[in-house]
């Protein structure tokens, strides 16, 4: 990896075009190849885990600082110098902080459990990777607080679907059982069905809001993530679609989206106080939502994350949220999160919920 840790933005003109260098005449001769590797299931015979989580949240463990990790890392994107200059439209309660410090992983972990949440989805970027690197680390914090870990397969340099297979192969030996492939849009539908039924035990979200590519490529279910582009009006839609063809649905929903310190993209959604995120989660669970993501916990780059924020000059805050001010505004995300995940278990499960503190 290069020493900057750049494992690139979301912003799609960084996005890779095409996933990975392997000609188009030879990739499913080579996923096939590859997929020899592992024992298949006929397909549509994979089964899904039980009792699996119903409320996820999507997590960045690559944040570092010059104490633990040499020198500040993301928090600098875009020029910016930190401490007190940060890539990010929000300054954290935390201050920049290092994903090397296990009492940070500590207390992000205990706010994530509190907020009613079952799953952390991890940001990773391949193995080797500085957050592959932190993993073990994550998984430990997130089992001391009852949390389950999942892996959002990002699209690292080289990506292919036969690479995938040998990167879900090595996750699931460190216990991880759900994957959200993010841009797995790259390849054809019909390309990943090898992958997808060599697997058993697993499920395999993909990001889209296209139940039928998702069907044809053997997924277990869709997810958006991306707040800005996939808009609560599509949701029922969407949740409609898959449900028919037998697939969860899990429309992913967000406080906000404000990128522009970081990556200089001029889009914003606007949080409103939180009536935002209340927006999105009500279209989410009138959607019949099987599982809820939540995006994000703390992509500060992009300003999507619920982690507490702190009032500081040249920054936004969550000051008014819900209400909210001075100290109680800090953690307002985290709280309202608290309220929406007992919702929605009320009407997943149909048990009544121990708190529903806003």
């Known amino acids: 990896m290069p020493s900057r840790w750049l494992f690139g933005n979301r912003s799609s003109s960084n996005r890779p075009q095409g996933g990975d260098t392997v000609p ?3 990739r499913v001769g080579f996923v096939l190849a590859a997929l020899a590797l592992f ?31 040499g020198e500040y890392f993301h928090w600098e994107q875009n020029g910016h110098q930190p401490s007190g200059d940060l890539a990010s439209a929000f300054y954290p309660m935390r201050g920049p902080y290092s994903s090397s410090d296990a009492s940070v992983l500590d207390g ?17 970027w ?51 059982r759900d994957f959200f492939v993010y841009h797995a849009t790259d390849f054809p539908a019909a390309e990943w069905q090898p992958l997808t039924s060599s697997f058993e035990d697993v499920r395999l979200f993909v990001q889209t809001p296209r ?32 449900h028919k063809l037998g697939l969860l649905c899990s429309p992913s929903v967000g406080p906000g989206y404000n990128a522009l310190r970081a ?39 992009e300003g999507t994350q619920i982690e507490p924020a702190c009032p500081r000059q040249g920054y936004e805050s969550y000051d008014g949220a819900w209400g909210e001010r001075g100290k109680a505004a800090e953690r307002a995300y985290l709280n309202r999160t608290r309220l929406w995940t007992s919702r929605f278990n009320r009407q997943h499960f149909g048990r009544t919920a121990e708190d529903e503190r806003g």
């Open 24 to 26: 188009r005449v030879h």
């Open 39 to 69: 024992a298949p299931a006929a397909a549509g015979s994979r089964s899904s885990p039980t009792l699996s989580p119903t409320t996820a949240i999507f997590y960045y463990p690559w944040f570092g600082t010059p104490g633990r990790d």
């Open 108 to 124: 992000q972990m205990r706010e994530i459990e509190r907020a009613g949440i079952g799953e952390v989805v991890v940001s990773w």
């Open 126 to 176: 391949g193995r080797g990777s500085p957050v592959d690197q932190r993993l073990p680390a994550v998984i430990a914090a997130a089992q001391a607080h009852s949390l389950e870990i999942a892996a959002h397969l990002e699209p690292y340099a080289g990506r292919s679907i036969a690479g995938t297979a040998i990167d879900i192969d090595y996750l699931r030996t460190l216990g991880i």
């Open 211 to 242: 139940a039928g590519y998702a069907k044809q490529g053997g997924f277990d279910g869709v997810y958006t993530y991306d707040t800005l582009t996939y808009r609560p009006r599509m949701f029922a839609r969407m949740c409609k679609a898959a």
């Open 263 to 301: 990556t200089g993209d001029s889009r914003v959604l606007d949080r409103r106080g939180g009536k935002t995120y209340d927006s999105i989660w009500t279209a989410a669970l009138r959607a019949g939502t099987d599982v809820a993501t939540i995006t994000s916990y703390n992509e500060w780059n």
